[in-house]
């Protein structure tokens, strides 16, 4: 079975500080597709930053990054200079290309951040 | 570029009651998807549309659930009769390509079955 594990459901962080968000998952497949969603209170879930699992680099977009190791099956989040607007649920999320095309969440893990 | 469109945003019925949701995907995304959220956890497909074919059923409660999507565009999620166990959100997301999991979501709709 395909399963995610954020291990973590919540945390907090002051404003202007680094965050790492954790996640684990479980496939058979080589080839497949990592993701963070985030979805904001009361607001639509939107992608936050995509990996292949084929590409070495880890992805980065503006201020979040990943640290994705795939031999542990390991693909964390690192959201640096923490704004007051990235206070949400964060999913990680696997689909494995090829295969039954289905989009694999984790439970979330909800980050606030103060003031 | 408009995005998912869902409505209602919330309802609320007395158990063994109808209703139905619906879902306007992004213009030119062929692939549409129906997730259940329950409180506290991440979304979970219940059907997946190419086009008007339903690709990915497996995980809808056939007994009392029931999708459609005529003419390929807008989708309608009904449930007849709710259970309280039906109490969550439902999520509609549309995507350009299938299977590279780049999907955009609408808001959802928050069902509360009483």
């Known amino acids: 079975a395909q399963t995610v594990t954020q291990s973590q459901p919540e945390m907090s962080v002051q404003e202007a500080e680094t965050v790492t968000l954790s996640c684990t998952y479980d496939?058979?497949?080589?080839?497949?597709?990592l993701f963070w969603y985030k979805q904001p209170p009361s607001r639509q879930m939107i992608l936050v930053i995509r990996?292949?699992?084929?590409?070495?680099q880890n992805a980065t977009e503006n201020r979040f990054s990943v640290n994705f190791q795939k031999a542990a099956k390991s693909f964390s989040l690192k959201i640096s200079d923490s704004q007051l607007g990235d206070t949400a649920m964060y999913f990680c999320?696997?689909?494995?290309?090829?295969?039954?095309?289905?989009?694999?969440f984790g439970k979330g893990m909800k980050l606030t951040v103060n003031p | 570029e408009a995005g998912v469109v869902q409505s209602p945003r919330y309802k609320i019925i007395e158990k063994k009651q109808p209703v139905a949701f619906w879902c306007n995907p992004i213009?030119?995304?062929?692939?549409l998807y129906w997730y259940l959220q329950n409180l506290g956890q991440g979304p979970e497909l219940l059907i997946r549309?190419?086009?008007?074919?339903?690709?990915?059923d497996s995980q809808l409660p056939k007994d009392r659930f029931s999708a459609e999507r005529l003419k390929g565009v807008d989708s309608t999620l009904k449930i007849q009769p709710a259970e309280l166990g039906d109490s969550a959100v439902y999520l509609c997301?549309?995507?350009?390509?299938?299977?590279?999991?780049?999907?955009?979501f609408g808001e959802g709709s928050r069902l509360t079955v009483l």
């Open positions: 496939t058979s497949e080589s080839n497949y597709y």
């Open positions: 997301a549309s995507s350009l390509l299938p299977g590279i999991g780049e999907l955009f």
């Open positions: 213009s030119g995304h062929n692939t």
């Open positions: 999320a696997f689909i494995v290309q090829g295969g039954s095309e289905k989009l694999v």
């Open positions: 549309y190419e086009n008007e074919e339903a690709v990915d």
């Open positions: 990996q292949e699992a084929y590409k070495q």
